[in-house]
């Protein structure tokens, strides 16, 4: 038994309203996700890490030129910004589920229901019927699925609007607000933000045998609700709190008795989150085959495992979304780069499998496929095969 890594998880409370931009915008109308990306929480717990542990007067970008770079805690966490690889990754903090325990995550682009309120029966399938038995249409579900009791909602939090008026620094007056044609809108703005008392089920896991982990508990539990998250932290959004967070050890045990639940032989892939891949292609068997291999050997401490030959099913239920991000070692936003979005599902069959496979399998659902890895993009789940049609 091989412990491969350290599972933080928790509870993240909003005390104040939150806006996580989404980068999309109707007017002055800003836009909010409804959920926490790996992305904002680990930027969030580095600039916190950057400033504790710098023994410099202000942080430095030049890191690979500091004389403590070496033994630099930052460095190790977030080694992927210097072509090592990262020690933490941030998984994405989704609504919790208060009835169950559950957390709402996106919906599988599979998924479709009547549109009969009183009806309202589910179909999960690449080709639905398009007409359900009580004669309504069947339409895409868009939303989010409780992962504990199977609960939908269309949005699994409240979202409320505030308006704010634009301020101009250095005039020291109301500034204009320009619309995406550089027309002016005036001075008033609008925000989207999640309310308050929401709460999230957050997940970061440590790949690390040394203090790391009581670095990252330590930052999450006291310097992370000083600092609050998401936009306009400066007009009172953004202050959180932990309500609860638990240390627990991975080892690969826990892999070897989900891959014993896997069948390697038919399976399809279901996306958690973004998944950005090579040119905005999709997953192909060979990408998959080698971040499995990747998978198993951190788990398992072992070489890369010869696995079978798998082919990817004709069938497929994606869409596609931009993944972007602020750069904290270049202080400017990262590239776009196209993805998988969240709840797409790919389907893959393998004539001869072995145990080796459904083992990468099951250490890939820790590990996650693509770039960004630490960012919390590419996480999945692995599960049955799903029909191609449903009769009524």
């Known amino acids: 038994m091989v412990v491969f890594a350290y599972r933080l998880h928790g509870t993240l409370k909003a005390l104040t309203p939150l806006h996580l931009g989404s980068g999309l915008t109707t007017g002055i109308i800003k836009h909010t996700k409804p959920f926490i990306s790996g992305a904002v929480l680990r930027g969030v717990v580095g600039t916190i890490i950057m400033k504790a542990v710098c023994k410099h007067s202000r942080p430095r970008t030049d890191h690979e030129s500091c004389e403590y770079f070496e033994n630099c805690v930052y460095a190790r966490m977030f080694g992927e910004e210097f072509g090592k690889s990262s020690k933490v990754f941030f998984r994405f903090s989704y609504p919790l589920h208060l009835g169950c325990g559950g957390t709402f995550q996106p919906t599988p682009k599979t998924l479709h229901q009547c549109t009969n309120p009183q009806c309202k029966k589910l179909y999960d399938s690449f080709i639905p019927p398009k007409v359900c038995q009580c004669g309504f249409d069947v339409k895409p579900y868009q939303g989010y699925q409780c992962s504990g009791c199977e609960a939908l909602e269309k949005?699994?939090?409240?979202?409320?609007?505030?308006?704010?008026?634009?301020?101009?620094?250095?005039?020291?007056?109301?500034?204009?607000?320009?619309?995406?044609?550089?027309?002016?809108?005036?001075?008033?703005?609008?925000?989207?933000?999640?309310?308050?008392?929401?709460?999230?089920?957050?997940?970061?896991?440590?790949?690390?045998?040394?203090?790391?982990?009581?670095?990252?508990?330590?930052?999450?539990?006291?310097?992370?609700?000083?600092?609050?998250?998401?936009?306009?932290?400066?007009?009172?959004?953004?202050?959180?709190?932990?309500?609860?967070?638990?240390?627990?050890?991975?080892?690969?045990?826990?892999?070897?008795?989900?891959?014993?639940?896997?069948?390697?032989?038919?399976?399809?892939?279901?996306?958690?989150?973004?998944?950005?891949?090579?040119?905005?292609?999709?997953?192909?068997?060979?990408?998959?085959?080698?971040?499995?291999?990747?998978?198993?050997?951190?788990?398992?401490?072992?070489?890369?495992?010869?696995?079978?030959?798998?082919?990817?099913?004709?069938?497929?239920?994606?869409?596609?979304?931009?993944?972007?991000?602020?750069?904290?070692?270049?202080?400017?936003?990262?590239?776009?780069?196209?993805?998988?979005?969240?709840?797409?599902?790919?389907?893959?069959?393998?004539?001869?499998?072995?145990?080796?496979?459904?083992?990468?399998?099951?250490?890939?659902?820790?590990?996650?496929?693509?770039?960004?890895?630490?960012?919390?993009?590419?996480?999945?789940t692995i599960e049955p095969p799903r029909p191609v049609t449903l009769r009524v």
């Open 155 to 380: 949005r699994p939090v409240r979202i409320s609007r505030i308006t704010l008026t634009a301020l101009d620094r250095q005039k020291l007056s109301a500034a204009q607000v320009l619309g995406p044609n550089g027309e002016p809108y005036g001075t008033l703005h609008t925000l989207e933000v999640l309310e308050r008392n929401s709460r999230f089920a957050f997940e970061i896991l440590v790949f690390d045998d040394g203090d790391l982990v009581d670095i990252v508990k330590a930052t999450i539990e006291r310097a992370l609700p000083d600092e609050g998250i998401g936009g306009s932290k400066s007009r009172g959004l953004g202050k959180i709190a932990i309500e609860k967070i638990d240390v627990e050890e991975l080892d690969s045990s826990l892999v070897e008795k989900r891959a014993e639940e896997l069948d390697a032989k038919n399976f399809s892939i279901r996306l958690i989150s973004p998944m950005v891949v090579q040119n905005g292609e999709l997953l192909t068997p060979e990408q998959l085959l080698e971040a499995a291999r990747r998978a198993y050997t951190l788990v398992f401490r072992k070489g890369k495992p010869r696995l079978p030959k798998v082919e990817r099913e004709g069938f497929k239920a994606v869409s596609y979304e931009r993944f972007s991000g602020w750069s904290l070692r270049y202080q400017r936003r990262r590239r776009i780069e196209p993805a998988l979005a969240s709840g797409s599902i790919l389907q893959f069959k393998c004539e001869e499998p072995i145990k080796e496979l459904a083992l990468s399998l099951a250490a890939l659902e820790y590990y996650a496929v693509g770039g960004y890895k630490p960012h919390g993009c590419g996480q999945i």
